[in-house]
């Protein structure tokens, strides 16, 4: 073998304004580097512990059963459903951009009977329409996207689909990927049963940790299951006797990551939940003003607009994958396209954790209007 042939890593020093991996924050970077323990010593335990009290203030809960599943979103999107899905049952998943469809995907490779409702991408669901959908049979559980990354919508009025759900005896699962530390996420206040995130978004860590936050209604179904969780990786069962106060090995936990998302938690509970989104809020708002200025309108309309992912119409005078190379060569700008329904239509802008900051937004609008130029 000649060693040689493999060069320095050495990549470019990008701006990452695409839908994730977002910029990592400097100190969680830092934190990185920091030397392994392991993964029962006491001194882990005390970040473990750090780690979930801080969650618990992101997610805004007092759920004890709160903590990082090794893995990134998808993992999370996979606990929450194997832990609740039981084969034969009904699940409900509400379906308007490409993580409800993947929903659908996992749900049903879990046994469950999948009905889904569906909205346009781009468009949010009116919790009456949930509801009445939940009518028609018993529905173990309602999944839905709080934040669709694939389309930049925000679905409001959380707390009347979670109300309405449970009228209906059905569990509620929140996927709140691209929401979790960029707007408001409140668990409690909505009672949302199972809510997961990532931390490569708007906890500016980089991707392979999804946190998760299960509530007491939901912990005691899952002691009471009559069939073992389909998923033994992802059992919540047997992670929490690590998390939990018996510290039983379960798989072992990557210390890296969780160092790096203990130090992302803290950045957030520094800044302040509410400053934080209000900042994110508000350089959305002139990312916003900057793309109607050069005719690439957003997408979607400003009541459920996302402010850590936007979304903007293309224009004819851009060439969809063109454009984003030019933008990646010339101004080292990652940017995304639309897939699926949208691919070719739009393109997504994301400001997230520490990406959303004033000066991405006017290079990434210098550089478009070159490019339109
Ligand atoms: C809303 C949403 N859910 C789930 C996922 C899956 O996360 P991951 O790609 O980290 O597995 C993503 C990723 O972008 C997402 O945006």
């Given at each position: ?19 994730g991996?977002?910029?990592v924050?400097?100190?969680?970077l ?5 030397p ?14 750090e ?60 046994g ?24 028609q ?81 939901a ?25 939990g106060?018996?510290?039983?090995y ?7 990551l969780?160092y ?17 989104f ?28 996302l ?6 119409a ?60």
């Amino acid at each position: 073998m000649d060693a040689s042939q493999f060069k320095d890593l050495n990549p470019s020093p990008r701006v990452l304004l695409g839908p994730g991996p977002s910029m990592v924050h400097p100190r969680v970077l830092r934190a990185m580097a920091t030397p392994l323990v392991g993964y029962l010593d006491p001194e882990f335990l005390a970040v473990m512990n750090e780690t979930q009290q801080l969650l618990r203030y992101v997610f805004q809960t007092k759920n004890e059963l709160t903590l990082p599943i090794s893995g990134t979103g998808s993992a999370g999107m996979e606990a929450a459903l194997c832990n609740l899905i039981e084969p034969g049952d009904d699940v409900l998943i509400a379906v308007n951009g490409f993580f409800g469809e993947r929903m659908v995907e996992m749900a049903r490779r879990y046994g469950a009977n999948v009905d889904r409702l569906d909205r346009p991408w781009g468009e949010i669901f009116d919790p009456g329409e949930i509801e009445q959908h939940l009518a028609q049979k018993k529905y173990k559980l309602l999944a839905f996207v709080h934040a669709e990354t694939s389309t930049g919508a925000l679905q409001s009025n959380v707390q009347d689909i979670t109300a309405a759900a449970h009228r209906r005896g059905a569990f509620v699962v929140m996927d709140c990927v691209t929401s979790l530390g960029g707007a408001p996420v409140q668990v409690d206040d909505w009672d949302v049963d199972v809510a997961y995130s990532g931390t490569q978004k708007c906890l500016s860590c980089p991707p392979g940790l999804a946190p998760i936050t299960v509530n007491a209604r939901a912990r005691d179904f899952l002691r009471a299951r009559k069939t073992p969780v389909g998923n033994w990786y992802l059992d919540l069962t047997l992670i929490e006797k690590y998390w939990g106060s018996e510290r039983t090995y379960h798989h072992t936990a990557p210390i890296t990551l969780n160092y790096a998302l203990r130090e992302g938690l803290r950045i957030v509970a520094e800044e302040g939940l509410a400053a934080r989104f209000a900042r994110h809020r508000a350089n959305a708002e002139m990312l916003w003003a900057g793309l109607e200025e050069i005719d690439l309108p957003p997408f979607v309309p400003l009541k459920h607009r996302l402010p850590s992912l936007t979304t903007c119409a293309l224009s004819p005078r851009l060439d969809d994958l063109g454009g984003r190379k030019r933008l990646l060569d010339d101004y080292n700008i990652e940017i995304a396209g639309g897939f699926g329904q949208l691919k070719g239509k739009i393109w997504r802008i994301g400001l997230m954790g520490f990406g959303s900051r004033r000066e991405n937004i006017a290079l990434l609008l210098s550089a478009l209007r070159k490019l339109m130029s």
